[in-house]
């Protein structure tokens, strides 16, 4: 004799806790999650745009530095592709920028009362003052970490600081700052400038913002190359005399308006709970911004494209976002924020996914939420199952300077998706040689397939673990991730000790 026994849905979660059917237990009316991963799986494999659509603006839009005419012509070109998408209600949220560009700069070398005078080649880094002429004595701080900044006060005051933007024989633990947070320790220090030397070989100039908070900052900042580092830190050496700096520089920065460009497809179950996924869509203005962002910000696009051409309408509304002004201080992802707040919809925001330079993903990135590491272990284990070169590598550590971070400093749970990209790539960040050639099609379409399926996930599962957090648990979520002393430098800690 058959007998059929009722099983409450409250014990069903209970049992599948854990396991890899948990997930698909919260879809009983609705298409299995590995059946949704399968069709996402073979949309993106079959006719994803992302590379098409990248290569595309490459050539007819150039760099998309914000504020300029390519700037704005990236906003409409992102718009105009999301509307052909089929996207009803696709906006643009201006912002007002201070839009800051370099003009004309150089850089000379000379000994204490001497005219051998050695001309350096050299970038200026953003916002470095609109303009500047500075002479100084050239101090060597080393990697420019608050340590080497600390041990040589009392000699850096009035004079020029030599810093490597990166670690130069980095030490197991050693945990580097960025070129915004060593240029604020300088002027926290007294100097009157700052020489950045690039760590890759071939003569590449980097550019980028030394400022972290997105305006002018007090003294000038430029970037020199490595060989240009070396020589000098030679010549500092082969001198008995002392070698001064003479920075020449000027810029431009005017009040502009720019766009973040949103695509909204709103939830079939709780169309007030939100999650947003982004990536910049602005770039410097040496090269295309190939891999930063535009991998990331097209296949934030292509992914929308994906969800629209399935039909596929998940329990929470989704914005997919392209900001500008991550550049010169995450000044999109700020004003953003700050609009949520003063409307009282930051509540509404579960979760923030961003995409920054994220390139052929090999997992996922709980970002220091361990009441998700369950969750995502279950979407990583169905992603794998759909496609088995899916390593599901987890990770759960936090990371500041990119869109996520408004987000996170308000107690809103980020997500990230785990990718790598070769060291030639890496070599070509902010640099004249970030083009197309860089982009790999298949390695794209991995970053699409992929951050797809955690988005579906994310918004159609019938609860997410995780909350917005108070501001007491953001504090103390923060000092775990060893995010307070960074925050610190960037004068964005707003917590009294």
Request: with cysteine; net charge neutral; proline share 3%.
């Amino acid at each position: 004799m058959h007998r059929t026994f009722y099983v409450p849905r409250f014990w069903l979660v209970l049992f599948c806790i854990g396991t890899a059917s948990c997930l698909t237990a919260f879809y009983p009316d609705k298409i299995s999650l590995e059946k949704a991963f399968s069709r996402i799986n073979t949309e993106v494999d079959q006719r994803s745009r992302a590379y098409e659509t990248l290569s595309d603006a490459s050539q007819r839009v150039g760099h998309r530095l914000t504020g300029s005419v390519n700037g704005s012509r990236a906003e409409e070109y992102a718009y105009n592709l999301l509307a052909s998408y089929g996207f009803k209600d696709v906006r643009y949220e201006p912002f007002e920028v201070e839009a800051w560009a370099r003009d004309t700069v150089t850089l000379s070398v000379v000994p204490d009362r001497s005219d051998n005078f050695r001309e350096v080649a050299v970038v200026s880094l953003a916002h470095s003052p609109v303009e500047a002429h500075i002479r100084g004595e050239i101090i060597d701080v080393g990697n420019g970490l608050e340590g080497n900044f600390a041990s040589m006060k009392d000699k850096i005051k009035g004079k020029v600081v030599l810093v490597n933007i990166g670690l130069s024989n980095p030490t197991k633990g050693a945990r580097n700052l960025h070129r915004s947070e060593k240029t604020a320790l300088a002027i926290q220090y007294g100097a009157s400038g700052v020489i950045m030397v690039n760590l890759v070989a071939g003569n590449v100039l980097l550019t980028g913002t030394a400022s972290v908070t997105g305006k002018l900052i007090a003294i000038p900042s430029v970037c020199i190359s490595l060989e240009s580092g070396q020589a000098l830190r030679s010549w500092m050496q082969e001198e008995n005399s002392r070698l001064h700096a003479i920075i020449d520089m000027t810029n431009t920065s005017r009040k502009i308006r720019a766009r973040n460009v949103v695509a909204t497809l709103k939830g079939a179950k709780y169309p007030n709970e939100k999650i947003i996924i982004g990536g910049h869509l602005d770039s410097w203005d040496l090269a295309t911004g190939a891999i930063d962002n535009g991998i990331g910000s097209f296949a934030v696009m292509d992914i929308a494209r994906t969800m629209k051409a399935l039909g596929l309408k998940p329990k929470r509304t989704i914005e997919f976002v392209l900001f500008m002004g991550e550049e010169q201080g995450l000044l999109g992802s700020r004003a953003m924020v700050e609009n949520l707040k003063n409307s009282g919809n930051l509540d509404k925001v579960r979760y923030m996914m961003n995409l920054d330079m994220t390139n052929d993903p090999n997992g996922l990135n709980a970002f220091g939420r361990s009441d998700m590491v369950s969750f995502l272990n279950v979407v990583g284990e169905t992603m794998k199952r759909i496609d088995p070169s899916f390593a599901n590598q987890m990770e759960n550590q936090a990371g500041l300077h990119s869109d996520h971070q408004p987000f996170m400093l308000e107690g809103i749970p980020v997500v990230g998706m785990n990718g790598h990209l070769d060291r030639s790539v890496l070599d070509c960040y902010h640099a004249d040689c970030d083009k197309m050639n860089l982009v790999k099609p298949d390695q794209l379409k991995n970053t699409v397939r992929y951050s797809t399926m955690l988005l579906y996930a994310l918004a159609d599962a019938d609860d997410i673990p995780t909350r917005r957090q108070t501001d007491s648990q953001t504090r103390d979520y923060l000092v775990m991730q060893g995010l307070r002393t960074p925050l610190q430098i960037a004068n964005e800690w707003r917590w009294k000790e």
